[in-house]
């Protein structure tokens, strides 16, 4: 398989093919370089926002330290599958605070469905919200509250949380897309053997007349702004 397509045959691309194709005007004849091109143009912009912007599971190990307010690495965040606690030195902790035989007496036994272990006990989810909610499109980090019953839970190390989070392909914010489109028609017409993408000045301690090629044109730069990693 080649590894421009993800395992599931879906590229790896912040805009369908088919939109590619149809704005650049060409066919299936082309559909490898359009692949090739699509898939770099994704994988640099990636790498250019320090973030991974398609939409995938993820699983992320978060140390607690008493902060209620949990931020996750990626986001948007479309849905949580499962949020677990790991804790240090105790025995059948909840996030109530009481080991089990404690909390059987102060709570309907419902609450202890699932069974608690000291190698990752999974969280109800009336023990946590998030910040802003699941599934808007708000380009923003997004953050894990956990109840305030958390304090009171002795020997809590971590907590894990499997989560989607990105962008489907063909719901890609406009300027996040047309920064896609542009970076990959940028490089459609490099590989095809344009003149386009250098500076047009001479730059350091180059020979005469020698030109050096930008890694990304400005204006995709300016689309890509607002998506560069924001640290809270």
């Given at each position: 398989?080649s590894?421009?397509k993800k395992?599931?045959g879906?590229?790896?691309t912040?805009?369908p093919?088919g939109?590619f194709?149809?704005?650049?005007?060409?066919?299936d004849?082309e559909?490898?370089?359009?692949?090739?091109c699509?898939?770099?143009?994704?994988?640099?912009?990636e790498?250019?926002c320090m973030?991974?912007?398609?939409?995938?599971?993820h699983f992320?190990?978060?140390e607690y330290?008493g902060?209620?307010l949990?931020?996750f690495r990626e986001?948007p965040?479309?849905r949580?599958?499962a949020?677990?606690?790991?804790g240090s030195?105790?025995?059948?902790?909840?996030?109530c605070g009481?080991?089990t035989?404690?909390?059987a007496?102060q709570?309907?036994?419902?609450?202890?469905e699932?069974?608690?272990?000291?190698?990752?006990?999974?969280?109800e989810?009336e023990?946590?919200?998030m910040?802003?909610?699941?599934?808007?499109?708000?380009d923003?980090p997004?953050?894990l509250s956990l109840?305030?019953?958390?304090?009171?839970y002795?020997?809590?190390t971590?907590?894990?949380?499997?989560?989607?989070a990105?962008y489907?392909?063909?719901?890609?914010p406009a300027d996040l897309?047309s920064?896609?489109?542009?970076?990959a028609a940028w490089n459609?017409?490099?590989?095809?053997g344009?003149k386009i993408g250098?500076?047009?000045i001479?730059?350091?301690?180059?020979?005469?007349?020698?030109h050096f090629?930008?890694?990304?044109p400005?204006?995709?730069?300016m689309?890509?702004?607002?998506y560069?990693?924001?640290?809270?």
């Amino acid at each position: 398989m080649s590894n421009e397509k993800k395992p599931n045959g879906a590229l790896h691309t912040l805009i369908p093919i088919g939109d590619f194709k149809a704005v650049l005007g060409v066919d299936d004849r082309e559909d490898k370089i359009s692949r090739f091109c699509l898939v770099t143009s994704t994988l640099t912009i990636e790498q250019y926002c320090m973030r991974q912007l398609l939409r995938k599971k993820h699983f992320e190990l978060i140390e607690y330290t008493g902060d209620l307010l949990l931020t996750f690495r990626e986001y948007p965040v479309q849905r949580i599958f499962a949020v677990y606690v790991f804790g240090s030195g105790v025995i059948n902790p909840h996030p109530c605070g009481f080991i089990t035989s404690e909390f059987a007496l102060q709570t309907p036994t419902k609450a202890l469905e699932t069974p608690p272990s000291v190698a990752g006990e999974i969280l109800e989810p009336e023990f946590y919200e998030m910040v802003p909610e699941c599934g808007t499109d708000m380009d923003f980090p997004f953050s894990l509250s956990l109840s305030p019953s958390f304090k009171r839970y002795r020997g809590l190390t971590a907590v894990k949380a499997v989560y989607y989070a990105g962008y489907p392909t063909g719901k890609t914010p406009a300027d996040l897309a047309s920064a896609c489109m542009e970076l990959a028609a940028w490089n459609m017409a490099r590989y095809r053997g344009r003149k386009i993408g250098t500076t047009g000045i001479i730059r350091g301690s180059g020979r005469d007349g020698e030109h050096f090629e930008l890694s990304m044109p400005e204006n995709v730069k300016m689309l890509l702004e607002p998506y560069r990693r924001k640290v809270i």
